[in-house]
């Protein structure tokens, strides 16, 4: 049985924002990655980059989370119950994807005006 479209939708909608959250995220490390050579002991850069980096490393690790998730409800009987869990932890996953992407917005918009 395939996926409902609303749960369809909603991992599109993730995977499109994860993509943003990496395209920001690279654009800001390059930036970072520049200010960085020109101030080497700016420890608020360091904490900035840092930041970054763990960044797309959550995006990257959200990605495979979902990506399981959606598998196993689609490997086991969807049953609504199981439809309804997985979509409420998408849901959730989400909300911190979104949060996660306007903070690295803002640092990638604070690095710019460094430039």
Same mark, same amino acid.
Do not use: C, H, W
């Given at each position: ?5 609303? $749960?369809? +939708? ?8 994860? @993509? /943003?959250?990496?395209?920001?995220? *690279? &654009?800001?490390? =390059? ?16 904490? $900035?980059? +840092? ?8 995006? @990257? /690790?959200?990605?495979?989370?979902? *990506? &399981?998730?959606? =598998? ?39 690095? =710019?005006?460094?430039?």
């Amino acid at each position: 049985m395939p996926l409902p479209s609303e $749960l369809t +939708a909603l991992v599109e909608r993730i995977e499109r924002e994860l @993509d /943003r959250l990496e395209s920001d995220g *690279r &654009e800001a490390i =390059e930036i970072g990655t520049d200010l960085l050579n020109r101030f080497p002991d700016n420890f608020t850069l360091i904490q $900035l980059m +840092a930041f970054l980096n763990t960044s797309l490393f959550y995006a @990257d /690790r959200a990605r495979n989370q979902i *990506r &399981e998730r959606v =598998e196993s409800v689609d490997r086991s009987e969807p049953t609504p119950a199981n439809l309804q869990e997985a979509g409420e932890d998408i849901s959730i996953e989400l909300g911190r994807i979104l949060e996660t992407k306007i903070r690295v917005t803002q640092v990638k918009n604070r690095l =710019e005006g460094l430039r």
